[in-house]
C-alpha cells in the first residue's frame, strides 16, 4: 500500500535551518511528485513546493523562495524538505503528500511533521 | 495567484442533514478543483478530484459538482464521522497551489 513517512518532530532556534524526510513506499516513485503542504497552529493549509519523482525538477511558492529546497533520493525514493532562516512564524505541521508529474490532487498524505521555533 | 474562498466559514449541522459546502476561485480553474476532509490532529485525506470524481474508497454520500469559478461538495446524510474542516483545493495554475481558507462542520 503507498505509505509516506515523515521523519520526528523538531525544536530550533530563529535563524537555524531545519531538513525533514518524506519516506515514500508502496508505488512507483519515478512516476509521481511529491508536494509540501504546511499548516500553522489553528490554521489552513499553504502549499510550499513540489518537486518531480522523475527527473528532480522543483516549483516553489514565491513566498518562501530562496528559504525553501526540496531534494530527492531516488536510491531509497525519499523526499526531503530543508528550509533555512526559520522564523517563530514558521512553527507548523508540516506535511508532504504524493501528488502527479504535475501538480494535482494530492491523494496520500504523511502523517505530518512538528516543527518549533522557539528561542 | 488564484484566490480559494470557501463558504460559509463554520457550519452547524445535525446527523442525517444534508450538507452543502462551496467554493469560489477568483479566476477559472476548469475542473481542475480538489476537497480535502481534515479531521483534529489527522493529516488532511483526499475526498474529491477533477470538481466531481471521488477517490477511491470515498463513501457515496460524498459528491463534487462544479466548472470553473463555482464548486459544490455535498454531503447528502451527515454521519458522525463527517464532523472534520473541508479544504477545496484548484491545482490549474501553478505554481502556487492553492487551498480555501476551510469550511468547519460542527455539531
Redesign the interface.
Known amino acids: 500500500q503507498v505509505q509516506l513517512v515523515q521523519s520526528g518532530p523538531e525544536l530550533k532556534k530563529p535563524g537555524a535551518s531545519v531538513k525533514v524526510s518524506c519516506k515514500t513506499s508502496g508505488y512507483n516513485f519515478r512516476t509521481y511528485g511529491v508536494?509540501w503542504?504546511r499548516q500553522a497552529p489553528g490554521q489552513?493549509?499553504?502549499?510550499m513546493?513540489?518537486i518531480s519523482g522523475y527527473n528532480g525538477d522543483t516549483?516553489?511558492?514565491?513566498?518562501l523562495q530562496g528559504r525553501v529546497t526540496l531534494t530527492r533520493d531516488t536510491s531509497t525514493d525519499t523526499v526531503y524538505l530543508e528550509m533555512r532562516g526559520l522564523k517563530s512564524d514558521d512553527t507548523a505541521v508540516y506535511?508532504c503528500?504524493r501528488d502527479q508529474l504535475v501538480?494535482?490532487?494530492?491523494?496520500?498524505?504523511?502523517?505530518?511533521t512538528l516543527v518549533i521555533v522557539s528561542s | 495567484e488564484i484566490v480559494m474562498t470557501q463558504s460559509p466559514g463554520t457550519l452547524s449541522v445535525s446527523p442525517g442533514e444534508r450538507v452543502t459546502l462551496s467554493c469560489r476561485a477568483s479566476q477559472s480553474v476548469r475542473s481542475n478543483l480538489a476537497w480535502h476532509q481534515q479531521k483534529p490532529g489527522q493529516a488532511p485525506r483526499l475526498l474529491i478530484f477533477g470538481a466531481t470524481s471521488r477517490a477511491p474508497g470515498i463513501p457515496a454520500r460524498f459528491s463534487g459538482s462544479g466548472f470553473g469559478t463555482e464548486f459544490t461538495l455535498t454531503i447528502s446524510s451527515l454521519q458522525s464521522e463527517d464532523y472534520a474542516v473541508y479544504y477545496c483545493q484548484q491545482y490549474s495554475d501553478w505554481p502556487p497551489v492553492t487551498f480555501g481558507q476551510g469550511t468547519r462542520l460542527d455539531i
Open positions: 508536494a503542504v489552513g493549509l499553504e502549499w513546493g513540489w516549483k516553489y511558492t514565491e513566498r506535511y503528500a501538480a494535482a490532487a494530492m491523494d496520500y498524505w504523511g502523517q505530518g
